[in-house]
């Protein structure tokens, strides 16, 4: 009986936490007051400073690994099947405790992901803590946040520095980048922000990681954001940003989107300024070509020739990774959106440009 019994119960405080989590979707301050900004947070900074004690990413190495194991486990389980179908009565407990295993581990998996971090996306949100107000907005007020940021990204742009092409280069090696990083969280003097986190880390498997477009990702087991360094510097910064976002346990992708230029614009560098200046403008200028096509070509004839230059070559860089890879983890990515209650999916991405809308209803600025 006691056998029998661990392979299920897993699987069944599982099913008992997605239920509490749907529950907790509706009561987002309690979840805020006590879970994200109290055991969870301290959580994360004691994990991250675990994890941080080496300079590789140790939830690459896991990720990598169960893309191993996976396809091996198929494979076992598959031969298991075919074996049990011939003789039943040799072969058929062992399918079962075979079986057992698996929906033990995926349900402890899931446990795991939902104490360290999952819940956190039926958190109060960044604009609620703001005050912000998220509401309507019209074409004319969005067409207004464009040109601000344009005016903002044109005055940043001529005091970067440029490689030999006219690219803009971050001040300073890939590294400088992470280890500046936290000055932004540090000025930002928002409490939900602050804490002691270690720092990110890069991807090992950048040159892949481009292919599947993964700019940067979040390792909720281990704490770590790790950053591919080999995308264009012009979104460097505000890429690891965006990461450390998530670290703080704002795991919705619009609100570590707008954190990562709250963040950017409170940094004394003007690489990391210009960074999440840029990355607002290309979703603002999105949402306005979807709204109102005419008003957006209008709007870029205000670029400035550096502010050209580095579109162009984003646009270009990225031409190259287009393919069925990157389809493929975009339909991965939306599905994991969709299961973790974004339920626009990639489309939530947009909750940025809200935000944006909001902090300059508010402040006045960009």
């Known amino acids: ?55 590789f990413s140790i939830g690459e190495l896991i990720y990598v690994l169960h893309l ?9 389980l598959i031969y298991r099947v075919i074996i049990t179908l011939k003789d039943y009565r040799r072969y058929g407990v062992s ?21 360290i971090w999952g819940l956190n996306y039926s958190r109060q949100s960044i604009g609620e803590t703001m005050e912000l107000d998220n509401g309507f907005s019209s074409v004319e007020e969005l067409y207004n946040l464009n040109e601000a940021l344009i005016v903002k990204a044109n005055q940043l742009r001529v005091k970067v520095i440029e490689d030999a092409d006219g690219i803009m280069k971050v001040n300073g090696s890939d590294q400088s980048v992470l280890n500046r990083a936290p000055i932004g969280y540090k000025n930002v003097g928002i409490d939900v922000l602050d804490g002691s986190y270690a720092r990110p880390k890069f991807i090992s498997f950048e ?11 979040y390792f909720p087991f281990t704490a770590e954001p790790n950053i591919n360094p080999a995308i264009p510097d012009m979104l460097f910064p505000a890429t690891t940003l965006h ?21 950017s614009s409170c940094h004394p560098d003007v690489d990391f300024q210009y960074s999440g200046t840029v990355l607002a403008l290309l979703y603002t200028m999105d949402a306005l070509s979807e709204s109102d096509l005419e008003s957006a070509t209008e709007l870029k004839e205000l670029y400035g020739n550096g502010l050209k230059r580095d579109f162009n070559y984003y646009n270009q860089f990225w031409d190259k990774y287009d393919g069925f890879i990157r389809d493929i983890s975009s339909d991965v990515n939306d599905a994991y959106l969709k299961g973790n209650r974004q339920d626009d999916g990639v489309k939530s991405y947009g909750e940025m440009v809200d935000l944006l809308l909001a902090h300059y209803k508010k402040y006045g600025t960009v």
Request: hydrophobic share 50%.
């Open 1 to 55: 009986m006691k056998h029998k019994l661990k392979y299920v119960i897993w699987p069944v405080m599982a099913i008992g936490l997605f239920f509490l989590a749907k529950v907790m979707e509706s009561q987002p301050k309690i979840v805020e007051h006590y879970y994200s900004t109290s055991v969870n947070k301290w959580m994360i900074q004691i994990l991250s400073k675990i994890t941080g004690v080496v300079n």
């Open 68 to 76: 191993i194991a996976v396809p091996v486990i198929i494979i076992l």
């Open 95 to 115: 399918l079962l405790k075979f079986f057992g295993k698996i929906v033990s581990y995926v349900s402890i998996v899931y446990i795991v992901f939902m104490l």
């Open 207 to 217: 040159q892949a990681s481009l292919y599947t477009q993964i700019t940067g990702i």
């Open 243 to 263: 990461e450390m976002a998530h670290q703080r346990g704002f795991a919705s992708e619009g609100e570590a989107n707008y954190i990562a230029y709250l963040t």
